[in-house]
């Protein structure tokens, strides 16, 4: 069985966990593969938006506690100790894959069952979560003495603000799908069994609106942490500037009527 395969659905890229015998964990081959799935869909010239999906009924249980088991009976590390990275290299692989990836077009992760641990880190990578109502979060490898090393102690606060953030991290409790959608862990709830086909639509909306002005605009909200707010605003211009012709060409055909009424 494969692990991690993709699905081409016109422009959009699905990336699905394929590992049901552990809920999908994820392995060392597991970490490359997902890694190399995910540059593909950064290198495709026709792909816009990519879902991230587990099969089976769970998104991602963190990193295969087995694999480590073996890992520590055979006296190695399993190349995890290796996994230094240079800040400035944005397509590093980390110990869960595509962690560390700094991708220039949107992710959407579709979150059924667990996704705890690097699961959680995994889902806190992109750039959006639609999530199934009997889902749930949950910084699960706290229990054994696993450290976040994929994003999470730097995503969640970003995300969710540092009391929240702190709250999960210390505690390691579970968080459903209601209080993750309350906190902002969620940016849409949706039945169960549903949530592949609600990030596919989700991604075909933003598929359909001008790329370049829209990845520019994702890229500053990105680069505005940490800076100064007159080196924020402008890093924000010298993006958007490039996109005044989109503008120009947006606001002819509005006047021509489409888009009325704030209709897409």
Known sequence: MTAVTTEVIDDIHVVTLNRPEVRNAVDGDTAQALHAAFLAFEDDPAAKVAVFHGAHGHFCAGWDLQHGARLAASGGAGGLDALDFHSDDARAVGPMGPSRLRLSKPVIAAVSGAAVAGGMELALWCDLRVVEDDAYFGVYCRRFGVPLI??????LPRL?????AMDLILTGRKVEAAEALQMGLANRVVPTGQAREAAIALARQLAAFPQATMRADRESAYAQW???LGEA?????????ARIPDALEG???FASGEGRHGTF
Not at 150 to 155: E, L, S
């Open 150 to 155: 994929d994003g999470g102690t730097v995503r």
């Open 160 to 164: 969710i603000g540092m009391g929240h």
């Open 226 to 228: 940490d800076l100064p």
């Open 233 to 241: 605003l402008q890093q924000e211009w010298l993006r958007g500037r």
């Open 251 to 253: 606001a002819t055909r």
